[in-house]
Structure formats: structure tokens, C-alpha cells
């Protein structure tokens, strides 16, 4: 079964870090492209890092640049999300979603055909 399974969400304070995790199972992640997307209430999803393997490519959106990173781990079929200086602007429920090798870094969820069912991050004091 091809799925991917979101984990770290939780609570933390401005400021703070966390470190999500985005596990792959019935494909390899590293013949994949990966994105890292959020959604808060009320707002459309909205992309923030991806990874394109097969292009080494990284893309950032701006409201993440310089705070965010994106990293895997092929041993573990993972790739991870850290999070660095959050702020409220941050909260949302992430998502982690892949697209078929070759795809270039994208912002468009019709791009990715394999996504997680979210964790929920919050930031608050």
C-alpha cells in the first residue's frame, strides 16, 4: 500500500522549533518529489518547501525562507521538515505530499498524487 504518514506535530511556543517527519511506505521516497505544504482555517493549502531529487532542487516559499529546511533520510524512507523561529503565522495542519520522479518543484496540489493526512502544529505561549 503507497502511503505516507506525517508525525512531530504539536505544540510550541513562538520562537521554538520542531521537526516534522514524513514517512514513506510502498515507494521510495528518493525517486520522488516532495513537498511540504500547510493549511490553516479559513485559508487555502499552500505550499512551503519541496525537494526535487531527480532536478536537485530545493524551493522555499517566502514566508519560510531562511527558517525552514527540508532534509531526508533514505535509510528511513523519511523526509523531514524543520521548523526554526515559528511564529502564530505558522500554525496549520502540515501535509507532506510526493510526486512521480522527474516532476519539478511545484505549489499546485495537483501536482503530488500521494499525500499524508496531516499533523497539526500550533504556535502559542
Known amino acids: 500500500q503507497v502511503q505516507l504518514v506525517e508525525s512531530g506535530g504539536g505544540l510550541v511556543q513562538p520562537g521554538g522549533s520542531l521537526r516534522l517527519s514524513c514517512a514513506a511506505s510502498g515507494f521510495s521516497l528518493d525517486y520522488s518529489t516532495v513537498g511540504w505544504f500547510r493549511q490553516a482555517p479559513g485559508k487555502e493549502r499552500e505550499g512551503v518547501l519541496c525537494i526535487s531529487n531527480a532536478h536537485a532542487s530545493t524551493s522555499y516559499a517566502d514566508s519560510v525562507r531562511g527558517r525552514f529546511t527540508i532534509s531526508s533520510d533514505n535509510s528511513k524512507n523519511t523526509v523531514y521538515l524543520q521548523m526554526n523561529s515559528v511564529n502564530s503565522e505558522d500554525t496549520a495542519v502540515y501535509y507532506c505530499?510526493?510526486?512521480?520522479?522527474?516532476?519539478?518543484?511545484?505549489?499546485?496540489?495537483?501536482?503530488?498524487?500521494?499525500w499524508g493526512q496531516g499533523t497539526q502544529v500550533t504556535v502559542s505561549s
Open positions: 505530499a510526493s510526486a512521480p520522479h522527474g516532476t519539478y518543484c511545484s505549489w499546485s496540489v495537483t501536482d503530488y498524487n500521494v
